[in-house]
């Protein structure tokens, strides 16, 4: 298994004076976010340039139609690459006037695209997980340099069991940090398998998680982590991931519902958060796949604290849409407001080309 550490020697985009007494989180599903370029041994031929010889072929040996016909008429090329990766740039930088000090990623191909994402963006340091997903799509972190983040390590854990023969998943990306000298940090990168694959795969990743978190935690009582990522879990997951795994010791807690409990945050605060992170346009339902959990004493720690009201499902108007429901039947005609504005991988325009199906979660470490 092959990990990929790039420093990156780039001009960052803002030139503002850092917030050197908070530490901000993003996380992000950037939604197949392919170079242009044939992976060996991928199958990453929907999203490769139709002049590509091999393309036509390979496209017809999928035997679903629908994802054949998608394969057949996505162009996927270098300039439409460019055009996905400054529309994802402008979301990243649209928060206020500093980047992210952490922002991981899912559904990226390789090093070489986030690379050229960081380098767009202004980022120095990127860490990209190189897993056993038969399309490539891994998870990443980008990170900023200053004087309040020591990289120590990461490491790369894959999910191994009866779920994932014949079909491997995407590995858990873990990196660990030193903050302000003091403080031990460890982030879990997460894209857990889609509801396409049963419970028990998602219940299989869960445990490998609580497994990393348990071991670093005994450990080291002082240990901080933060586990972020796509979990594609939905409240009818049976048997439930979060509540019979990783909640169930009460060692982790979900910021999302940590923050709904929250008593100083108002109502109106709360009221104003998206239903979800994704909307799922088949079952018209919002559904909240994107999660921080955090453990205990990043809640309760004086100096190194998770600021609660930081907290947010991001969703600046520009990368909203709306969705009307076309399909015969009682729904038809339905209008939902402020839905994730999906790519459409055949614009040729930034403007008709969109951003993510997902929203970005975010939220502020207090130092």
């Known amino acids: 298994m092959r990990l990929v550490l790039l420093i990156l020697f780039v001009l960052p985009i803002m030139t503002s004076a850092q917030d050197l007494s908070r530490l901000d989180f993003m996380f992000y599903n950037v939604e197949n976010l392919f170079d242009a370029v044939h992976d060996k041994g991928k199958d990453d031929w929907s999203f490769l340039p139709n002049s590509l010889k091999e393309k036509k072929e390979q496209c017809k040996k999928i035997k679903n139609d629908y994802y054949q016909n998608e394969c057949l008429k996505t162009d996927w090329t270098g300039q439409k690459l460019e055009i996905k990766l400054s529309n994802i740039r402008d979301v990243i930088t649209s928060k206020k006037d500093s980047l992210p000090d952490f922002l991981g990623l899912c559904e990226i191909e390789n090093e070489s695209v986030v690379k050229m994402l960081a380098d767009k963006i202004g980022y120095k340091k990127i860490i990209v997980a190189n897993g056993p997903d038969e399309r490539g799509v891994d998870v990443a972190l980008i990170y900023r340099d200053h004087e309040k983040i020591k990289y120590i390590s990461h490491q790369e854990h894959e999910l191994k069991g009866k779920s994932f023969k014949g079909k491997p998943t995407r590995t858990i990306l873990e990196v660990n940090f030193m903050i302000n000298g003091i403080y031990p940090l460890s982030l879990l990168i997460n894209h857990w398998p889609s509801q396409a694959n049963p419970s028990e795969s998602r219940i299989m990743a869960a445990k490998k998680v609580m497994e990393i978190v348990n071991q670093k935690t005994k450990k080291n009582g002082q240990q901080a982590m933060i586990v972020m990522g796509d979990f594609n879990t939905i409240p009818t997951d049976?048997?439930?991931?979060?509540?019979?795994?990783?909640?169930?010791?009460?060692?982790?807690?979900?910021?999302?519902?940590?923050?709904?409990?929250?008593?100083?945050i108002s109502r109106e605060e709360k009221s104003s958060m998206p239903n979800g992170t994704y909307f799922y346009y088949k079952d018209m339902a919002w559904n909240l796949l994107d999660r921080f959990f955090v453990t205990q004493n990043l809640l309760k720690n004086k100096k190194f604290k998770i600021n609660l009201k930081s907290y947010q499902i991001y969703t600046p108007d520009f990368i909203k849409d709306e969705f009307v429901y076309d399909r015969a039947g009682y729904n038809k005609g339905t209008k939902i407001l402020g839905v994730p504005k999906?790519?459409?991988?055949?614009?040729?325009?930034?403007?008709?080309?969109?951003?993510?199906?997902?929203?970005?979660?975010?939220?502020?470490?207090?130092?």
């Open 238 to 264: 049976y048997p439930h991931p979060f509540n019979e795994v990783l909640l169930k010791d009460k060692i982790l807690v979900d910021l999302h519902l940590e923050y709904m409990d929250a008593k100083k």
């Open 342 to 367: 999906s790519y459409n991988f055949e614009a040729d325009q930034a403007k008709e080309a969109g951003y993510s199906d997902h929203f970005p979660i975010t939220f502020g470490l207090d130092l």
